[in-house]
T-cell receptor
Framework: NAGVTQTPKFRVLKTGQSMTLLCAQDMNHEYMYWYRQDPGMGLRLIHY???????AKGEVPDGYNVSRLKKQNFLLGLESAAPSQTSVYFCASSVQGAPSYGYTFGSGTRLTVV | GQNIDQPTEMTATEGAIVQINCTYQTSGFNGLFWYQQHAGEAPTFLSY??LDGLEEKGRFSSFLSRSKGYSYLLLKELQMKDSASYLC???WGGGYQKVTFGTGTKLQVIP
């Protein structure tokens, strides 16, 4: 019963490098999200998806791209990493039309861009 | 837009009761969430309120007043393990897909 799994858990990138963060959920949730969390800023929504093959922008989408080719997976890409993207990234998923169950979050990816 | 305001930090004694407040401004109310986040861990869902009043779940209760744009989380019989940040969050833009989180209230429980 894994829930939401994020890989990698830690990563250090050099400015300008690219990488992909992987998120997988085994709960058959329709909705998936990527958030970043920075000290004093709270969680901020980067992109989200309401189903396989669909994605949409959140509050802070610039510098990120996403893909949802399979229902269980949601990928977050950084095309050219910048120090401002140093953060903790959380993936989450939720049941369609059932807010009373809330989000299930992954354990996070701690990314440092130097 | 949406705006959420919570106290930054609180301290309470083991066994006591603590109330964590949250005020919000949002266009088109679609409910309010509370999450718990231990240091270095992921947030975990505590409650969702869409109607006015108090909802109780064991030691935790959550209250909502839509007319006042106000909610609180009530923690009873505090335990050391309740030391964590408590995040208030509201959906925006219609539906529940997009949720704005407050910066959280860091609660320290002391013996």
């Amino acid at each position: 019963n894994a829930g939401v799994t994020q890989t990698p858990k830690f990563r250090v990138l050099k400015t300008g490098q690219s990488m992909t963060l992987l998120c997988a959920q085994d709960m058959n949730h329709e909705y998936m999200y990527w958030y970043r969390q920075d000290p004093g800023m709270g969680l901020r929504l980067i992109h989200y998806s309401v189903g396989e093959g669909t994605t949409a922008k959140g509050e802070v989408p610039d510098g990120y791209n996403v893909s949802r080719l399979k229902k269980q997976n949601f990928l977050l890409g950084l095309e050219s990493a910048a120090p401002s993207q140093t953060s903790v990234y959380f993936c989450a998923s939720s049941v369609q039309g059932a807010p009373s169950y809330g989000y299930t979050f992954g354990s996070g990816t701690r990314l440092t861009v130097v | 837009g949406q705006n959420i305001d919570q106290p930054t930090e609180m301290t309470a004694t083991e066994g006591a009761i603590v109330q964590i407040n949250c005020t919000y401004q949002t266009s088109g109310f679609n409910g309010l969430f509370w999450y718990q986040q231990h240091a270095g861990e992921a947030p975990t869902f505590l409650s969702y309120n869409v109607l006015d009043g108090l909802e109780e779940k064991g030691r935790f209760s959550s209250f909502l007043s839509r007319s006042k744009g106000y909610s609180y989380l009530l923690l009873k019989e505090l335990q050391m393990k309740d030391s964590a940040s408590y995040l208030c969050a509201v959906p925006w833009g219609g539906g529940y897909q997009k949720v704005t989180f407050g910066t959280g209230t860091k609660l320290q429980v002391i013996p």
